[in-house]
């Protein structure tokens, strides 16, 4: 009887492998974002950096095992899933124009939870008390990371018109984990993510058209290009692969549970580029996130 479980249990531990690899990459693109901001639309960057990961995937994908007929059978898959990353992103860059970064990295930290809500409204997972109680733990260590220990910091908290408008953006990266399981039919996550970042640069253009024109891209400083190249090649092209090769593999709560690690890895890479180190409280949320992400392991 042990036999038949083998093949499921490896399948759950390579997806955990990949979203571990997929919440370090995701925060390195947090810390070069931060240092190529003042000098770059967002959203230009973005849709340069969905362009640039769906040439990365798309050769990926032709040198391996090709696109079959039946990959775009229904395009509008593709479509949605794209659109919802596009919105995101969008909603995102709007949300931060009005407010901050701790603000809107709070607001993140809910995406496990909407998750947990979309896979039983989706595919009819279920949330176990033991899993409830990781994603709490994870929400409350990630907070406190996020807030660098600060207590007066967590509790002056408020929600402005920007969080908000950043909260719906949450809801459609939340609904995408799911919707990836539900919408795919045996496609590869390689060809899968190559559909969905096509799309998704569609749209992003259409929005980001007027900012792209408007750039003038040899003027820009090299830390823009360095940032460009890290996110359209490790934190787009490497985290979208990752990304649908662990939905298909892994409940929508468990993968967006490793958002939580973000703010961890980001403190690491903050480190790494001498921009100073946190105080020796935001240890406690670090051990809470890894606590958390033990308890989403042990079955």
């Known amino acids: 009887m042990p036999r038949p479980l083998a093949a499921p249990r490896q399948a759950s531990l390579h997806g955990h492998l990949a979203m571990l690899a997929f919440s370090a990459l995701v925060a390195g693109s947090f810390s070069l974002g931060a240092m190529a901001a003042p000098y770059v639309d967002p959203a230009a960057l973005t849709t340069l950096r969905f362009v640039i990961a769906s040439v990365i995937v798309g ?11 039946c990959a775009f ?7 949605i899933l794209g659109g919802l990353l596009a919105i995101y ?3 995102m860059f709007e949300g931060l124009k009005t407010a901050a970064p701790v603000s809107t990295a709070a607001v993140f930290t809910l995406t ?19 899993m409830a109680l990781a994603l709490t733990i994870g929400a409350a260590g990630a907070a ?25 953006g949450c809801v459609c990266h939340a609904v995408y984990a799911p919707m990836v399981r539900k919408l795919n039919r045996g496609e590869s996550a390689v060809v899968f993510s190559f559909g969905t970042m096509v799309a998704g640069t569609l749209v992003l253009a259409l929005w980001a058209w007027p900012a792209l024109c408007a750039t003038n891209w040899a003027a820009m400083p ?15 092209a490497a985290t979208f692969v990752l990304l649908q090769y662990a939905s298909l593999r892994l409940p929508s709560a468990k993968v967006m549970a490793y958002t939580y690690l973000t703010p961890s890895w980001v403190i690491l890479w903050e480190i790494a580029l001498g921009r100073g180190v946190p105080p020796v409280g935001v240890l406690a949320g670090i051990a809470m996130t890894i606590l958390a992400l033990y308890l ?4």
Do not use: C, K
């Open 59 to 69: 050769t990926a994908a032709l040198t391996t095992n090709g696109f079959s007929r």
């Open 73 to 79: 059978a229904a395009p509008w898959r593709y479509l």
């Open 89 to 91: 992103f969008v909603l």
């Open 112 to 130: 496990p939870l909407l998750a947990a809500g979309f896979g039983w409204i989706l595919l009819r997972q279920r949330t176990t008390p033991r």
């Open 144 to 168: 406190w990371v996020i807030f660098r220990a600060d207590w007066q910091a967590l509790m002056g908290f408020h929600i402005g018109g920007g969080e908000m408008i950043y909260f719906w």
């Open 222 to 236: 090299p830390i823009v290009w360095i940032t460009l190249a890290y996110v359209s090649v490790a934190a787009s």
């Open 296 to 299: 989403l392991l042990e079955e």
